[in-house]
């Protein structure tokens, strides 16, 4: 069987930055076991897998050893290329996700995700966590990953992860660390532990990160930047209940896979 795939780099408008993400297209749904052999065979943070139900796609994201929960980059990738590739005359796309319903609207060369606000809980900087950051947050905050608040940007740049020690923060399942931006209104940088890497832009991150900062800076509008070698913008708005990220993309390549 042949299926239709193509990578694309999220949250910026040129290839080499941004965050890279394999989206594969099928007729039809296919195993899991498939998908995460592919995902693997592929090696990239994330793939994600459509497929057409209706007027609806459903929706799957799979990093090279486990599925997700929820991934931002590779979402915008998908509706990036399903509105300039597959589906050129959409300007609005709805996926059916384990974490809901996502639409993703074209907004001239942006396109505008609406995800589910996961508004994470302030905790106590407990010795553990100090220990596998290898310094004291200003505040740490706790939802499905980890976010410790650092004092500036410049600590956010010149943070070094020992995947070892992060490792041991298993009840996450990533590490961030952010600060007030100098030029954006917030960075941030984020840990995969159990894949020993640093994900060069996390648009799920930012469901978590958009409230916490709403209530820091006292503001719904955001412009963030996420501080990796290849970096990348995200440009957010709080709702009620939903947060919206947006970003560019651009194709790097496209072609097929056969099983």
Request: charge should be negative; include cysteine.
């Amino acid at each position: 069987m042949s299926l239709k795939y193509y990578i694309a780099d999220a949250f910026t408008g040129r290839i080499f930055k941004g965050n890279p993400a394999g989206v594969c297209f099928s007729d039809r749904e296919l195993s899991a076991e498939t998908m995460q052999k592919i995902a693997f065979e592929n090696n990239l943070s994330e793939t994600a897998f459509a497929v057409k139900c209706g007027d609806k796609y459903n929706l799957r994201w799979f990093t090279p050893l486990f599925e997700i929960d929820l991934c931002g980059h590779a979402t915008l990738a998908a509706a990036f290329i399903l509105m300039n590739f597959v589906e050129p005359s959409l300007n609005e796309v709805r996926f059916s996700t384990v974490s809901g319903e996502i639409a993703v609207k074209r907004n001239g060369d942006l396109y505008e995700m609406r995800f589910p606000e996961r508004t994470p809980e302030k905790i106590e900087a407990a010795a553990e966590i100090i220990e596998a950051l290898g310094l004291v947050p200003d505040e740490v905050y706790s939802g499905r990953d980890l976010f410790a608040v650092l004092k500036n940007e410049e600590d956010v740049r010149n943070f070094s992860p020992n995947y070892e020690k992060l490792g041991k923060l298993d009840n996450w399942l990533g590490i961030a660390v952010t600060a007030k931006g100098e030029k954006a209104d917030f960075v941030s940088r984020f840990f995969c532990p159990e894949l020993k890497l640093e994900d060069p832009v996390t648009g799920s991150a930012h469901s978590s990160l958009v409230p916490l900062w709403c209530k820091k800076l006292g503001k719904t509008v955001f412009e963030a930047e996420q501080l990796s070698s290849r970096g990348g913008k995200l440009y957010c708005e709080q709702g009620d209940g939903f947060v919206k990220i947006s970003g560019k993309a651009a194709l790097y390549l496209k072609g097929e896979i056969m099983v």
